[in-house]
């Protein structure tokens, strides 16, 4: 069992920044890929980003392709999203979450992922 917490949620400004974090329970941490996604009001969970259990790999939706950066440290069991040119449509409650060993790194869902953060709110005001 793994237990993750995340935080740096809060209001911002179109265009401006924010960096999330997700601090992860265990001595196993590194043993697991990780990802972020993300839930806007009345819409589906979707796909952010996810990293490879080393860090040398990383995976973005489209949409945030160029402007999101994920990453992690496994000395400090935590992984990070750095959002960058936040846009209104980035509104939403962030999670991040514990990659299933062995699933497809195509086409991530939330059904492979196994582990789940209680999520932290971003704001985007226009």
């Known amino acids: 069992q793994v237990q993750l917490v995340e935080s740096g949620g809060g209001l911002v400004q179109a265009g401006g920044s924010l960096r999330l974090s997700c601090a992860a329970s265990?001595?196993?941490?590194?043993?697991?890929?990780m990802g972020w996604f993300r839930q806007g009001p009345g819409k589906e969970r979707e796909f952010v980003a996810a990293?490879?259990?080393?860090?040398?790999?990383?995976y973005y939706a489209d949409s945030v392709k160029g402007r999101f950066t994920i990453s992690r440290d496994n000395a400090k069991n935590t992984v990070y999203l750095q959002m960058n040119s936040l846009k209104p449509e980035d509104t939403a409650v962030y999670y991040c979450a514990v990659k299933r060993p062995g699933t497809s790194w195509n086409n991530l869902q939330p059904t492979s992922f196994m582990y789940w953060g209680q999520g932290t709110q971003v704001t985007v005001s226009s």
């Open positions: 265990g001595r196993t941490f590194s043993s697991y890929a």
């Open positions: 990293i490879s259990r080393s860090g040398g790999s990383t």
